[in-house]
């Protein structure tokens, strides 16, 4: 609703992505993409976060693709029992028992694994010495102290991770927003009232408020965004409240409702996008942020339910294990290099939203 | 060394590095100061007069900014590349600075006397509190400010604007500089004000024998202060005279737009058709709350105002800042919240809410003082002018829309090809014909103009004027012009109201008041508005 209209005598069309943006949206693009330290850790993460989303196919305990007497099988995508190849059981095939690779290799079969064939969760029996195991070339950073892939955990960790940090980010930017621009639009008793709730929450020491819900909540994905997000909503608040307040009295506010408008196309029309820079200039610190509450809450073993993929549980192991570094190792150098990118991509958004950035 | 001058300035270039590139704020300048003379350097924003007085003086950000070429002499002393050790000794001692802004030039967290004491604790080395203190009183009251025993131990908040400039010229006087740099020394203060400084500092220069060197781009003040000017614009002299040569007969092209900017003419000639809005005993009054909440007193920011608009005339609000003339136009348009019946159009408005409004909203607009603040940043002119119409008219499709933008925006002296611009692409002035587009684009009956002009330089403001009197031509336009210049609003005003301190001291029509005043302080007014040719 906000977009521009296409400029009338514009003499071609603009095509591709910038159509989407708008004059404005392709200056600060154009601003984005001239730091170049952003720019590239933007493409570094995307890149990132793109293959962990595939995680599946490229480290796992079940080839991609796979043949057996003719017929072609799916085992990453779908569930076969052991009984489709002959084997004894109901349950599922498990494709790294040597039994059933027998049972397939009779079965004139052949089979594609993933380029590493160990998802986060598989057990390696056949490891040399106990666990956990140096690298090697058979475990390329290590295994965990239930002999399980480091390589195969980080992967899916940092899936796991961002995917989290972006969730509750999201959502909790935008109760904040939304919260913070009606305190500082209307003022008064309602910034009153709802200044004192929010001093309320903040107040509650959040880590022991989790542990204690942690005791009668099932922890699960989902419900542990829900805690968190009670007590992360109020991050953004005070930023939009002040440029709210600063901005209500402001000429072109008062212009517009000299105009008429609505407080809802005032509030979101003309203040919320001069708020926005300081908006933005938090994100990337709550995305980090909220990496690190679920890092430090896994840590402590009152984070995702166990079997999860977690770099707090990672770290955790490393502590416990200090002549096995590779495993502190590995979960510091996710870390770093995850909030590293953030931050780089926080700041080149941020100039790119400042209106008297030059190009 | 009697007839060398005192301060010589040849060949002067100041430039900024600016991201690899060089900005060039002042080039080539000369000019010589002798002493007891008063030399006005005149240009409007950005023409480079500030950046000469800070070279004077070296505080320009070195090494951003820098001289490629050029000497300062100050009284046979070389200035540009002086050591800072040299520097400190002359300024405050033998070269005092008023700066522009009195507001944040004084220290919130010292008082007076302290403040002024420390110039001269610096310069005159070890000196007892007792003399300074009396030394301090002396000077407050050599610079006129009230009561000075008891401002000594004033913190600056406590003192209005025209006082802590006196108290920043008793500190640049302190230790009785041969040279005054004045830049800018009125801007920031109210007309009735502005003349008595100007005064103060007139009768210090001749008691005290000092070369002035007044920064500034009001010619009223050059033509009550100066004995010669600089006509400076883009970091260029292009004049210097005698001030009664330059003005009576200006040789340059820039000077005689310069001259010929002040805004000429009068209103339209229009027959009177009735009232179109109108107040009655509005009052804006704003609490000042003490404990749990209850208004302990009152702010009456205007009190008791009964105002008469008449239709396509123009009714000019005249008073100085904090008289509650903005917000009489602010309460006019039902933005500010006010007590007292309210009319417009034969329709008593005081009582409807927000939305009730909406419907005749469109019939009256406003343009406000700062171009700056007053258009969203982050929408383009476009989004900014075209925005009430879909509101107002929902009829009008979106090309339509577009179509009356552009119309509206060529009616200001806007080319279509601006349209996608933001804001801060625009200068001062193009950005006040953007807030008067937008005002217009919606066919108003009453545009209420708040001090549309004042942040604007000369040239600029004469073109808005003449604008806005020619809007008022083609559409029939009545305007509520609130200012505190005379001078622009005796070019636009039918009708005159003074306000002080939220009180209507005087009204009639335009003409009868400025020829006749009735009251003491519209008097003071029109005596302290500065013609510019003496």
């Known amino acids: 609703m906000n977009a521009a209209a296409p400029p009338i005598d514009a003499p071609t069309p603009p095509r591709g992505l910038s159509r989407w943006f708008g004059p404005l949206g392709r200056r600060r693009w154009a601003v984005f993409a001239a730091n170049r330290r952003g720019y590239w850790s933007l493409v570094v993460f995307l890149v990132l976060y793109a293959l962990s989303l595939g995680s599946e196919l490229i480290a796992n305990d079940k080839p991609i693709l796979m043949s057996y007497r003719g017929e072609i099988y799916a085992p990453v995508f779908a569930e076969y029992p052991e009984t489709a190849f002959g084997g004894d059981f109901e349950t599922e095939a498990d494709y790294r028992d040597p039994y059933v690779q027998r049972l397939i290799e009779d079965g004139d079969g052949w089979a594609i694994w993933p380029l590493v064939p160990f998802a986060h969760d598989t057990i390696d029996y056949e490891i040399a010495s106990p666990a956990p195991t140096a690298p090697d070339a058979r475990h390329i950073m290590g295994t965990d102290s239930q002999a399980r892939d480091v390589f195969a955990l980080t992967l899916y960790g940092f899936r796991l991770s961002v995917t989290f940090g972006l969730l509750l980010t999201l959502v909790s930017s935008a109760i904040g927003v939304v919260a913070g621009a009606i305190q500082g639009y209307f003022g008064g008793r309602t910034d009153l009232l709802l200044q004192r709730g929010i001093e309320v929450l903040q107040s509650l020491p959040i880590l022991y408020l989790l542990i204690i819900l942690a005791s009668f909540i099932v922890p699960g994905f989902f419900s542990l965004l829900g805690v968190l997000l009670v007590v992360s909503w109020m991050t953004l608040v005070p930023v939009v409240r002040a440029e709210f307040l600063r901005a209500r009295n402001l000429d072109y506010v008062r212009a517009a409702r000299a105009l008429g408008l609505g407080n809802r196309k005032i509030m979101f029309r003309h203040i919320l996008p001069n708020a926005m820079v300081a908006t933005l200039t938090f994100l990337p610190f709550i995305l980090s942020t909220s990496i690190v509450i679920l890092t430090a809450l896994d840590f402590l073993g009152f984070g995702l339910p166990r079997g999860s993929p977690s770099i707090g549980e990672l770290l955790n192991q490393g502590k416990n294990n200090l002549y096995a570094p590779w495993l502190g190792i590995a979960g510091f150098a996710v870390m770093a290099t995850m909030l590293s990118l953030l931050i780089f991509i926080g700041e080149a958004a941020r100039d790119a939203f400042d209106p008297r950035k030059a190009l | ?534």
């Not at chain 2, 009964?306 to 009714?315: F, Y």
């Not at chain 2, 301190?501 to 302080?521: C, F, I, M, R, T």
């Open chain 2, 1 to 534: 060394m009697s007839d060398a001058p005192l301060l010589q300035v040849r060949d002067l270039s100041v430039s900024f590095r600016s991201e690899g590139r060089e900005v060039k704020a002042v080039r080539n300048i000369s000019f010589d100061l002798s002493k007891g003379e008063t030399l006005a350097l005149v240009g409007e924003s950005g023409s480079g007069k500030s950046s000469v007085a800070m070279a004077v003086l070296q505080l320009l950000p070195y090494p951003t900014a820098f001289h490629p070429s050029g000497s300062i002499r100050f009284d046979g002393q070389e200035l540009v590349g002086a050591d800072d050790r040299a520097m400190r000794k002359l300024r405050g001692a033998r070269i005092g600075l008023i700066p522009q802004e009195p507001l944040t030039a004084l220290n919130p967290l010292h008082k007076v006397e302290r403040q002024v004491a420390e110039a001269l604790r610096l310069h005159r080395g070890k000196i007892g509190r007792e003399e300074a203190r009396e030394r301090v009183l002396e000077l407050l009251k050599l610079c006129g400010v009230r009561d000075p025993v008891r401002r000594m131990a004033s913190y600056p908040h406590e003192l209005s604007g025209g006082q802590r400039q006196r108290v920043m010229i008793a500190m640049a006087l302190a230790n009785e500089p041969d040279l005054l740099i004045a830049d800018e020394p009125t801007t920031a203060l109210d007309v009735t004000i502005q003349k008595q400084v100007l005064d103060l500092l007139y009768e210090l220069r001749e008691r005290l024998g000092m070369a002035m060197l007044l920064i500034t781009h009001d010619l009223g003040v050059v033509g009550r202060m100066a004995d010669r000017v600089c006509v400076m614009t883009q970091g260029e002299v292009v004049e210097e005279g005698p001030v009664k040569d330059v003005f009576r007969r200006p040789k340059h092209d820039y000077t005689k737009k310069l001259i010929g900017s002040v805004p000429k003419g009068g209103p339209l000639p229009v027959e009177d058709t009735g009232s179109l809005a109108s107040t009655d005993d509005l009052k804006v009054w704003f609490p000042i709350k003490g404990w749990f909440g209850r208004p302990r007193d009152w702010v009456k920011a205007v009190d008791g105002v009964s105002i008469d608009v008449r239709r396509g005339r123009t009714l000019g609000v005249v008073g100085e800042s904090g008289s509650g003339k903005s917000t009489l136009g602010l309460a006019l348009l039902r933005i500010s919240r006010s007590e007292g019946a309210i009319r417009f159009d034969g329709e008593e408005i005081s009582r409807r809410n927000y939305k009730a409004m909406r419907p005749l909203r469109s019939r009256m607009q406003i343009v406000f003082q700062d171009p700056f603040a007053s258009l969203s940043p982050k929408m383009t002119v476009r989004q900014i002018v075209g925005e009430g119409l879909p509101l107002h008219f929902p009829e009008l499709s979106r090309d339509e829309c577009d179509a009356q933008v552009r119309q509206v925006l060529e009616e200001v002296g806007l080319g279509p090809e601006l349209l996608d611009r933001y804001p801060h692409e625009f200068s001062g002035g193009q950005r006040q014909r953007i807030a008067i587009a937008r005002a217009i684009v919606l066919k108003p009956d009453l545009v209420v103009l708040d001090e549309p002009t004042s942040a604007l330089d000369m040239s600029v403001q004469a073109q808005i004027v003449e604008l806005l009197r020619e809007l008022q031509a083609r559409h029939g336009l009545t305007y509520v012009f609130i200012s505190h210049d005379l001078k622009v609003v005796r070019a636009l005003a039918h009708d005159l109201l003074v306000m002080r301190a939220g009180k209507v001291v005087e009204q009639g029509p335009a003409e009868q008041l400025l020829e006749n005043p009735q009251s003491d302080y519209t008097r003071e007014l029109l005596n302290a508005s500065l013609e510019p040719i003496a």
